[in-house]
Nanobody
Framework: VQLQASGGGLVQAGGSLGLSCAPT????????MGWFRQAPGKEREFVAA??????YYAPSVKGRFTISRDNAKNTPYLQLNSLNTEDTAVYYC??????????????????WGQGTLVTVSS
């Protein structure tokens, strides 16, 4: 199972984008859905997660980004508002069916999508 992220692009600081995630094969009842990002020269980092226990956000994006479930695709959607240049990165959607594991550790997710690039200009 693979996921495909889309919706990235070039936006000015203060602008907004919406990132979608589509399955490229069979879908499952995911208990954990998440978004991660990786900036050039940096490690992949947690952005947001939607689990059966609630929504979680990285401190740097809380209040600006919103994760939700695309019910038609059963995949995560990420709304990005008030973007700044530090949000520039490749964004990845991820998911898993099992409940064990952390919501913020990339290695704890089983299904990943190809990323979509978000570039924020000043």
């Amino acid at each position: 199972v693979q996921l495909q992220a889309s919706g990235g692009g070039l936006v000015q600081a203060g602008g907004s984008l919406g990132l979608s995630c589509a399955p490229t094969g069979r879908t499952f009842a995911y208990n954990f859905m998440g978004w991660f990002r990786q900036a050039p020269g940096k490690e992949r980092e947690f952005v947001a997660a939607l689990t059966r226990y609630g929504r979680y956000y990285a401190p740097s994006v809380k209040g600006r980004f919103t994760i939700s479930r695309d019910n038609a695709k059963n995949t995560p959607y990420l709304q990005l508002n008030s973007l700044n240049t530090e949000d520039t990165a490749v964004y990845y959607c991820a998911a898993r069916t099992r409940n064990s594991g952390s919501y913020y550790v990339p290695a704890d997710y089983d299904y990943w999508g190809q990323g979509t690039l978000v570039t924020v200009s000043s």
